[in-house]
């Protein structure tokens, strides 16, 4: 999609608060409940917009689910009301939320403050409650809250780059974890046209980090490229809009999985490095976040998929860094940090310490504002550094009033290592993790001295990788 003729979306957060009874207690239960709501389009007053949520959903005592998720119908006027359909995760069950705001002329402000609701368990009452939006103490942030971003299709990532030229590589790739079993999935599809100018051909592999095991891992390919698809297909292997397909090592591990991105794009290099290929490479996620229905078998062991967290990403460029590391880090509640940082081959970079391309997605605004910011800043008394080794890598740095400190560790069991094959037929190591560890702090200057603004610890759920030659 051109991203000159991408319509313009509607995204803003919204905190309510309230209690549930559940019908088998005598107890009143406080809840809060905090979303983020994106449509398609601008919201249409007088008519009805269908959004999406997620965020957080807490229940004293007995829910805190940051993976929350459903759908909005906004229709004040229309159909006078705002339905709100949410499913959530507690105690091992997932439950839905149901319930409308009943706009009435007479009293919009209060009527539209007020949300009724069910909680149902597959299809079955379990409870009942209330949520309200606190105006007093909410509503200049709600207002302040709205953005109207361009919304692009992702699927308008996802056709390959290539053509023709010789000593070029791009690559599809998709990470995801397991909320049932802890499970990572690492797929990984490339297209590689020899800098000798021989015919491009496609290869890949598909691993699985079990919590409990070894890694598991196979290669597909290499086989000759298929001209003309919406993504990647070859060797019987397909990464196309919503869908990703495949088989590796004789059937031994196996994936059909469906793809629904929940985010737009997030470029971690400069937009302008992917439309024009002027630097060595360029990294870019067509959703920033998605979720994955499906099934990946691998030796017999048949894991199911249900809205499992994850995303893909897209590199093109003309092979791979000296020494780089990379982050995905689905932080919950819409929150997003992706990392790359690298050396490159060229001479007079190869020299440089590692550039950082930093994007943190939080409350739908991206931190630093511009990629190059995180990246050019290495000279300054602010720059961006990353300390790469393993186990355990670090990246941090400062823009404007905002400082961020992130420590991934890879551990060796839970990593594996594979050969990378570049244009020009050089070598490197990658060792990659879809069961690493991260701590991520955010910090603020405020009145003299740097407070916490957010902090993240994620336990296995980052991914994570470290290249060297």
């Not at 507690?90 to 149901?98: I, K, M, P, S």
């Not at 990464?239 to 971690?268: H, K, N, V």
């Not at 961006?384 to 069991?413: E, N, Y």
């Amino acid at each position: 999609m051109n991203a000159d003729t991408a319509a313009r979306g509607t995204v803003f957060s919204e905190t309510m608060l309230g209690t549930l009874r559940l019908d088998d207690e005598d107890r009143t239960r406080r809840v809060r409940l905090d979303l983020r709501v994106s449509a398609d389009g601008i919201l249409r007053v007088t008519g009805t917009t269908e959004a999406r949520a997620t965020g957080r959903t807490r229940i004293e005592g007995w829910a805190d689910d940051p993976d929350t998720e459903g759908e909005l119908e906004i229709s004040p006027l229309a159909r006078r009301r705002i339905r709100y359909r949410l499913a959530f995760t507690a105690h091992g069950r997932r439950l839905t939320l149901d319930g409308w705001k009943s706009v009435t002329p007479l009293r919009p402000l209060a009527s539209m403050t007020v949300l009724p609701y069910t909680l149902y368990d597959n299809g079955a009452r379990i409870g009942t409650g209330t949520l309200r939006f606190p105006v007093a103490t909410r509503l200049l942030p709600f207002l302040a809250s709205f953005r109207f971003p361009r919304r692009e299709d992702p699927a308008g990532y996802l056709a390959p780059r290539l053509r023709g030229e010789p000593g070029r590589t791009e690559v599809w790739y998709t990470t995801v974890t397991d909320p049932a079993t802890g499970s990572g999935l690492w797929l990984h599809h490339e297209l590689t046209a020899p800098a000798d100018g021989s015919a491009p051909y496609a290869h890949g592999w598909a691993a699985v980090f079990p919590q409990d095991g070894p890694v598991r891992h196979a290669r597909f390919g290499p086989a000759e490229w298929a001209t003309g698809a919406a993504g990647f297909s070859a060797a019987g292997v397909t990464a196309g809009p919503g869908t990703l397909t495949g088989s590796a090592d004789d059937g031994a591990l196996r994936w059909q999985l469906t793809e629904q991105p929940l985010a737009g794009p997030l470029f971690t290099f400069p937009r302008w490095s992917w439309r024009r290929p002027l630097l060595p490479a360029a990294h870019m996620l067509p959703a920033a976040r998605a979720r994955y229905d499906g099934t990946f078998t691998h030796d017999g062991t048949t894991l199911t998929l249900t809205a499992a967290p994850g995303a893909s990403a897209r590199i093109h460029g003309h092979g791979n860094a000296r020494r780089w590391a990379w982050l995905h880090a689905d932080l919950g509640g819409g929150d997003v940090l992706e990392i790359v940082a690298a050396v490159a081959t060229r001479p007079g970079l190869r020299g440089l310490p590692p550039l950082v391309f930093l994007r943190l997605l939080r409350g739908g605004r991206t931190w630093p504002r511009r990629p190059e910011r995180s990246a050019v800043g290495w000279a300054g008394p602010g720059r961006f550094r990353a300390a790469i080794d393993l186990p355990t890598w670090t990246v941090t740095g400062r823009a404007g009033p905002r400082r961020i400190r992130v420590a991934v560790t890879q551990p060796a069991d839970r990593t594996l290592t594979l050969d990378y094959t570049d244009p020009d037929g050089s070598h490197a190591l990658c060792r990659n993790s879809e069961r690493a560890d991260a701590h991520v702090l955010l910090e603020r200057w405020w009145f003299g001295g740097w407070r916490t603004e957010a902090e993240w610890t994620l336990d296995g759920t980052a991914h994570a990788e470290v290249g060297t030659r």
